[in-house]
């Protein structure tokens, strides 16, 4: 059965899928985001990119990872 596109997304080339978390989770999520300016899907596929790059799954033709540069510098 080929994929639904429901959103721009979709169009845009990225994967949507559905997610089931606990509801402690997902509001610590949204506090997460709210704390970085993103949306909790933005926030995810951040963490999950990263923590991708640190398990070196991730391709290395990647760019840096938004703000990624910034934690650099404020670690030195």
């Not at 080929?2 to 994967?15: T, V, Y």
């Not at 506090?31 to 991708?52: C, H, M, P, T, Y």
């Amino acid at each position: 059965m080929p994929e639904r596109c429901i959103s721009k997304q979709c169009m845009a080339g990225k994967k949507v899928f559905m997610l089931r978390v606990n509801p402690e989770i997902y509001e610590a999520l949204e506090k997460w985001s709210a704390d970085e300016f993103r949306s909790v899907n933005g926030q995810l596929e951040w963490a999950i990119e990263k923590v991708l790059r640190e398990a070196g799954r991730m391709p290395k033709k990647s760019g840096p990872l938004p703000g990624e540069n910034q934690e650099k510098k404020e670690k030195t």
